[in-house]
């Protein structure tokens, strides 16, 4: 059945004035804003007191009227990482360098703080006492913060127009201090059997460095006058060294052969930045200087050590003087022997289709180059394992060619941890209540005789080399500076002297590593300042086109370019 009730009538769309089109809202109220509603009752759960709830009508036609809601912010400023509104800051100016969370460097100060504590609280639950003042791994880790902080110090140390100070002069002086302060010294223990250790992993670590440094290009290239500077002075010097502390300290001849090997070898730890520095600046480009020194120094420091290694063989053989000079020949074949075959080894094991190449092959150098310096000393060999680690990371980079400098950068990292280590156990063996001011003396004036013959034989070995009187001149004040390689080997002798119990050869080894602290402490600073003040002033930048600076008068004269001194 229909319901025939009439059905009210449908109102008639309201026709208000026609406003014009409302833009997309702002944050900035706008007139075309008519009305602000109060928003209803079913809305109510979206709305926050940060809001404002905005109605806006139009018409797109005389008889429709549109109605359209806005919700507009009260703060325009929202944080984009959460698209919410920003916390209240009570103060900027601390919110700013101080943020919560924190980030940045402090974030970064807090989270190495908590790695330290976190490693501190595991080790201790391990070896309880050992890290607690007193203990022994209580003082190997201040020793080594200390001399890390030393050796960052040192290096803000800058003069204008002069190369920075080597580092390991800040690690070397506190080593020196955590030992010769009296309520440090008790608390700083480290026992020598431990410092001797670490001191040979050092020298192992640094060998296998030297190793893989050797360029044999350069030495092709370089020929004779690299092997002049490099093999010349070093030998001139441990003899000079040997027959003046043979007179002056009363060593005997093999003790002051070994003294003298310690102090022949060049420290490319000071040598080499600085070198650098001159080379970028243009200074000698064209002679070939900085080259010839980057080279030669490698060179040497090789000699020094095999000549080191074998009267250290010698010092310590038991029986008559030929027989010693006999093992230290079987001991360099040996070590040499041994090198050849395990760097050849290296070479194609791994092989080049493994993965991880490169951390296989810098765990193989430098495990089999501690081995080499702790199994020798085993063996009874001891002049043969620093001669076995440089023949065979020598050979094993031959045969990698280019990729040994990935195993380079390594093993070069290796060397940055064990520096600080090094240099401050070295630091640490100096007491002062137990030198002798007569042996200072005597060791001082043997070093500076020992470096004016270096000098002078230095300029001698340059002389047919293409090299004006300033450029000879400065390569022999470069050839000065001593530091890594004394620290390395300096210590050698009286390790061994302590773990044989004799108190003559202890007294001859602690004169050895004296007068080599001595050395680091007088010739890397003073060497760094003889470079950077010389090299500008006795160096030529370079004149012709292809060097990348324009040529000179044509009146002033060229110094003459051999085929050496360019390469």
């Not at 080997?489 to 050895?512: C, F, H, P, W």
């Not at 003889?530 to 370079?542: F, M, S, V, Y």
Request: hydrophobic fraction near 50%; charge should be neutral; charged fraction near 15%.
């Amino acid at each position: 059945m229909e319901d025939t009730r009439p059905k009210p009538a449908t109102p008639e769309p309201i026709l208000e004035p026609n406003p014009a089109p409302s833009p997309v809202p702002s944050p900035v109220p706008s007139p075309l804003l008519d009305i602000i509603a109060v928003p209803a009752a079913n809305h109510l759960e979206h709305l926050n007191v940060n809001q404002i709830q905005v109605v806006v009508r139009r018409c797109s036609s005389p008889n429709v009227t549109e109605e359209t809601t806005y919700f507009i912010p009260r703060n325009p400023v929202v944080d984009t990482g959460t698209n919410t509104d920003p916390p209240v800051v009570c103060c900027p100016l601390l919110h700013r360098f101080c943020p919560c969370p924190p980030r940045g460097l402090l974030a970064s100060l807090i989270t190495k703080v908590f790695l330290a504590a976190v490693l501190f609280g595991a080790v201790w639950s391990i070896t309880e006492n050992e890290c607690l003042p007193g203990g022994n791994l209580f003082g190997i880790t201040i020793l080594f913060i200390c001399a890390v902080i030393g050796g960052k110090v040192v290096a803000l140390i800058r003069l204008p127009k002069l190369p920075p100070f080597p580092p390991l002069l800040g690690m070397l002086l506190m080593g020196f201090m955590l030992r010769n302060i009296p309520v440090i010294t008790q608390a700083v223990y480290i026992d020598f059997r431990w410092s001797a250790s670490l001191r040979n992993i050092a020298l192992a670590v640094i060998l296998a460095r030297a190793g893989l440094g050797l360029d044999p290009t350069a030495l092709r290239k370089l020929k004779s006058v690299c092997l002049r500077v490099a093999a010349g002075p070093c030998i001139i010097e441990a003899c000079t060294t040997a027959l003046i502390s043979h007179f002056l300290m009363g060593l005997p001849w093999v003790w002051g052969f070994i003294l003298g090997f310690v102090l022949g070898a060049v420290s490319p730890a000071v040598v080499v930045p600085s070198m650098l520095l001159l080379q970028k600046d243009g200074y000698g480009v064209e002679q070939g200087i900085p080259t010839l020194l980057m080279a030669a120094g490698s060179f040497d420091d090789v000699l020094a050590i095999t000549g080191f290694t074998t009267c250290l063989g010698m010092a310590f053989a038991t029986g008559s003087t030929w027989f010693n000079l006999l093992r230290g020949v079987l001991e360099v074949g040996g070590g040499t022997i041994v090198g050849v075959l395990l760097g050849f080894l290296i070479q194609y094991f791994p092989s080049v289709d493994q993965k991880h190449l490169v951390i296989k092959r810098s765990f193989l150098v430098l495990g089999l180059s501690v081995f080499a310096v702790f199994g020798s000393s085993v063996a009874g060999f001891p002049g043969s394992g620093g001669l076995c680690t440089l023949v065979l990371a020598f050979l094993a980079g031959l045969g990698w060619g280019s990729e040994k400098a990935h195993v380079e950068e390594v093993v070069g990292w290796a060397w940055d941890v064990f520096q600080p280590l090094l240099f401050g156990l070295i630091g640490a063996e100096i007491r002062v209540s137990e030198l002798e001011g007569l042996t200072v003396g005597l060791g001082i004036a043997t070093l500076l005789i020992a470096l004016l013959v270096r000098l002078l034989f230095t300029f001698v070995c340059v002389l047919c080399a293409g090299f004006n009187m300033r450029e000879k001149v400065f390569i022999a004040l470069a050839w000065m500076p001593k530091a890594t390689v004394q620290a390395a080997i300096g210590s050698t002798a009286l390790d061994m002297a302590r773990a044989k119990g004799d108190t003559e050869l202890q007294r001859y080894s602690m004169n050895v590593l004296t007068v080599a602290v001595l050395a680091i402490l007088l010739t890397a600073p003073v060497g760094a300042l003889i470079i950077g003040l010389a090299g500008p002033r006795l160096l030529q930048k370079p004149k012709n086109s292809a060097c990348g600076t324009p040529a000179g008068d044509d009146e002033d004269k060229e110094t003459p370019v051999t085929y050496e001194s360019t390469l």
